[in-house]
């Protein structure tokens, strides 16, 4: 494996299943549908995250950390798989949150809760800066703290999707399945960077498309190919990456980050009722339902395999039920 020099702590149920969705895909009239099921990999509900943690975790162990401190969102799926793997590996941990708590703890929020962390509310301050006055305020008190970067997505965290194109090429030789291309949720960009590392080191022919939640193309494509380059460079791979390699769409960012329209609410129900499969309403309700659009307007052929790679986020769902319209 590529990604066998590197130290992992094996937290996350991996392989996670690779399906096809038949009835979905006889429905549409596109092309043939797949589902990477990384909404199964553990940590607290699962997501893509748990991939990115068996891999800081194991830097942090190995730098002797006591505490993992990290940021997101109140609802951020990150923080609560890190919450969940410093159980796992015995650490203490601390989130970094946008905002200030709202009055009833729901979704991830309610899990972080669960899970023991302590939870620092930023208010309108950077997280960053946050994370590291957190981490300094630790190391005078004479702990070990290791700030996991907002997403996870720095080399070291996206050399876990290095390590899951590799499995899905396993998988795919196994099942004697081929994709054309390869569809998911992209945002801090370290699945899209490890992805478009694994692909090219594998000599993946497809094409790894990133549909973005939240930035512009124009700042997620050089924050992907910057990052894939870095990720080359930690696992000692000769390789590097230019903005214009790298393939996102950005025509569903709607109202902006966590602001749920039709489109979300159309693309969960559609596969829940067809499939029996959650998607969630910040990441993967947006990446579906934009894949949902391509299909309707023809951007595939109906001779394609098509890769839809769920990353997880159902946890929201619970914090979300009155815009998803239960
Ligand atoms: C974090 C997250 C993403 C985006 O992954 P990045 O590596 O940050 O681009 C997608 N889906 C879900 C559910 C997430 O929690």
Wanted: with cysteine; proline share 5%.
């Amino acid at each position: 494996m590529i990604t066998n020099g590197l130290a992992r702590t094996r937290i996350a149920h991996l392989p996670t299943p690779l399906e096809p969705l038949p009835r979905l895909s006889a429905r549409l009239d596109g092309p043939e549908l797949w589902i990477k099921r990384d909404d199964q990999t553990g940590l607290a509900t699962g997501g893509n995250k748990a991939r990115k943690l068996e891999f800081l975790a194991a830097d942090a162990l190995a730098q002797g950390a006591d505490t993992l401190i990290t940021g997101g969102a109140a609802q951020s799926n990150h923080a609560r798989q890190t919450a969940a793997a410093a159980a796992r590996v015995g650490f203490a941990c601390r989130l970094v949150l946008r905002g200030a708590g709202p009055p009833a703890a729901q979704g991830n929020l309610l899990l972080d809760r669960l899970l023991g962390t302590e939870i620092v509310w930023a208010g309108e301050r950077p997280l960053a800066d946050v994370m590291a006055a957190e981490a300094e305020a630790l190391r005078s008190a004479g702990r070990r703290p290791y700030v996991v970067p907002y997403g996870g997505s720095n080399p070291v965290g996206a050399s876990g999707y290095v390590a899951a194109m590799e499995e899905l090429l396993a998988q795919c030789a196994e099942q004697q399945v081929h994709f054309d291309h390869v569809v998911f949720a992209s945002s801090s960009g370290g699945t899209q960077a490890g992805l478009v590392v694994g692909a090219r080191a594998l000599g993946y022919p497809g094409r790894v498309l990133g549909i973005s939640v939240d930035p512009p193309a124009d700042r997620l494509r050089p924050l992907v190919s910057e990052l894939a380059t870095a990720t080359a460079a930690h696992l000692a791979l000769e390789l590097t990456f230019n903005p214009e390699e790298v393939a996102v769409d950005d025509g569903y960012l709607g109202g902006g980050y966590g602001v749920v329209s039709d489109l979300e609410r159309d693309a969960i129900r559609t596969l829940a009722q067809a499939e029996g499969i959650l998607l969630d309403p910040v990441y993967t309700g947006r990446a579906f339902g934009g894949l949902l659009d391509l299909i309707r307007r023809g951007a595939f052929r109906a001779d394609e395999q098509v890769l839809f790679w769920h990353t997880g986020g159902t946890a929201a769902l619970f914090a979300y039920g009155e815009v998803v319209g239960g």
